[in-house]
């Protein structure tokens, strides 16, 4: 989720009952918070970013994130890069609001609602938790409209989202062995790929080897060839098996 500097107020929030939200040109704080955040991004949110912006995943990593690696991750986080100048905007922020709207990333589309997933196994089971961000410099809640959880998730489109972003979810905060430390520093760049710059990945794919030694039906390998969301399905199968060994991909 967007994350600002100033603190935030994480509110308790049972998804039965409303809160009051809206968010519109009218609004004073009107595009106020799309700023000096610390917006990580998922693989689903760049790949809508980087399509609906028609360039290539690497160009996307170079020109609008930063890649973190913090001592405390097990693997590495990219982030939506603010503006350098005064105010720190988000690059894609207008006076009318979001350019990208259609294609926002999920934190976005979630606010002021927040979603955190706690492990629950091993094997990358998760539960949920949704929570109410209340910024005071938000106006949003002084308007009137009443909103349930499921009625705010089906208006702010998350559906697709949330399907691709909790499988990553369930590999990033997988507890299992990546085996020997001398095996990271290439299995850190396997998930960097196939997680972050998918263009990267479809020519690994398809320009080595690797259908030559993996049995992928003809019909899948002809849909990733064009098609991004097959692609980093089939992505997600082949980080279990190459990052822990999970039987997702059969060997020829
Ligand atoms: S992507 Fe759009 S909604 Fe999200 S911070 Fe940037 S301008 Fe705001
Ligand atoms: S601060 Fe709240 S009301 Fe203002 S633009 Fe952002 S989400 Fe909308």
Redesign the pocket.
């Known amino acids: 989720m967007p994350s600002h500097k100033e603190a935030n107020i994480f509110k308790p929030f049972s998804s039965k009952d409303p809160f009051q939200?809206?968010?519109?040109a009218g609004?004073?704080?009107?595009?106020?918070?799309?700023a000096r955040l610390r917006l990580l991004l998922t693989p689903y949110d760049i790949l809508r970013m980087k399509n609906r912006l028609n360039i290539l995943s690497d160009q996307f990593l170079e020109q609008y994130t930063e890649t973190l690696f913090d001592h405390h991750a097990r693997f590495p986080m990219v982030k939506l890069s603010m503006g350098k100048e005064e105010g720190h905007r988000c690059p894609f922020v207008t006076d009318k609001?979001c350019s990208i709207y259609e294609d926002r990333p999920e934190a976005c589309r979630l606010?002021?609602v927040g979603r955190a997933s706690t492990l629950v196994d091993r094997e990358g089971e998760t539960r949920e938790k949704y929570f109410i961000v209340g910024?005071a410099?938000?106006?949003?809640?002084q308007?009137k409209k009443q909103w349930t959880l499921t009625e705010w998730l089906n208006h702010e489109g998350v559906k697709e989202y949330k399907a691709m972003n909790d499988r990553w979810l369930g590999i990033m905060t997988s507890l299992k062995s990546l085996g020997p430390e001398t095996h990271l520093a290439r299995k850190h760049q396997m998930f960097f790929m196939a997680s972050y710059n998918l263009d990267k990945f479809r020519t690994f794919l398809f320009q080595s080897k690797f259908f030559d030694h993996f049995e992928v039906n003809e019909e899948l390998i002809g849909r990733m060839e064009t098609d991004d969301v097959s692609l980093m399905s089939f992505g997600f199968d082949w980080l279990k098996f190459s990052l822990f060994g999970d039987k997702t991909l059969k060997v020829k």
Do not use: A, Q, W
């Open positions: 939200f809206e968010c519109h609004v004073s704080c009107f595009t106020e918070c799309c609001g606010y002021p910024e410099h938000c106006r949003g809640f308007e």
